[in-house]
């Protein structure tokens, strides 16, 4: 009985710094990662060459009628998709066609009725 608990007692003894090596070793990792996520997010996320670049400069509009009608095309008859109250602001294209800049796919503004923003190229 001795013989087992003494033979019990030294595998404690030996297992015991190997499991705290893990534990330290699993946590140092772990910091490890953290830190380096959070200083990929600081530099902007990934360095994916195909994502489309943020600028500051970019088409960004307001719109300046009480309301404005989002068409789904560039036509005074299509349909309408949505609605603008005055003075809100939208990401958009360079594309003008018939009087109308294109927001996005299938989402079209009368031009007369929106106007850049400083300092944005539209």
Same mark, same amino acid.
Request: charge should be positive; aromatic fraction near 6%.
């Given at each position: 009985m001795v013989t087992k608990l003494w033979a019990r007692a030294r595998e404690v003894i030996v297992l015991a710094p190997k499991r705290t090596l893990i534990? &330290? /070793? *699993?946590?140092?990792? &772990?910091?490890?990662?953290? &830190?380096?996520?959070?200083?990929k997010q600081r530099q902007?996320?990934? !360095?994916?060459? !195909? /994502? @489309? /670049?943020? #600028?500051? #400069?970019?088409? =960004?509009? /307001? *719109?300046?009628?009480?309301?404005l009608n989002v068409r789904q095309a560039p036509d005074a008859k299509a349909q309408i998709v949505g609605k603008f109250q005055r003075n809100a602001e939208a990401d958009a294209e360079k594309l003008v066609q018939n009087g109308?800049?294109?927001?996005?796919?299938? =989402?079209?503004?009368? !031009?007369?009725?929106?106007? @850049?923003?400083?300092g944005r190229d539209c």
């Open positions: 534990v &330290v /070793a *699993v946590l140092v990792g &772990v910091v490890i990662l953290y &830190v380096l996520g959070s200083d902007g996320g990934t !360095n994916n060459a !195909n /994502a @489309p /670049a943020a #600028s500051s #400069s970019a088409c =960004r509009v /307001a *719109v300046t009628a009480d309301i109308f800049r294109k927001l996005s796919e299938n =989402r079209w503004v009368s !031009n007369d009725y929106i106007k @850049p923003l400083q």
